[in-house]
């Protein structure tokens, strides 16, 4: 298992490590531009809300996982077979469109 887990962590690590090089990179440039305060906001707003909705998209996506662990406890499903897999799909598309229905309505 050990095998599994290490090279997986180093390879998200490392994306998201450069991913946070490449944003303060974009930060850098816009300053040096010398873009104007209110289109600073505006960029800082969206990204604000950007991150508000991943936020908001994961911890559904997370509930409807749980959720769906629950149900294959429930029905007693102990092996990996297609309908354990089938009710972990299932749940986890039903959070995202609840996370879509969320999100159309906000605007």
Do not use: N
């Not at 007693?76 to 469109?97: E, F, H, N, R, Y």
């Amino acid at each position: 298992m050990k095998h599994i887990i290490v090279p997986v962590l180093l390879f998200l690590c490392v994306t998201y490590g450069f991913k946070v090089a490449v944003d303060a990179v974009m930060r850098y440039r816009m300053l040096k531009e010398g873009i104007s305060e209110s289109q600073l906001q505006a960029i800082l707003l969206r990204e604000w809300v950007q991150q508000r909705m991943a936020s908001l998209r994961w911890g559904i996506f997370l509930v409807a996982i749980g959720i769906s662990f629950v149900l294959i406890e429930v029905f007693g499903w102990t092996d990996v077979g297609p309908a354990s897999v089938a009710a972990v799909a299932i749940c986890a598309g039903i959070g995202q469109l609840i996370f879509h229905a969320i999100t159309r309505q906000r605007d």
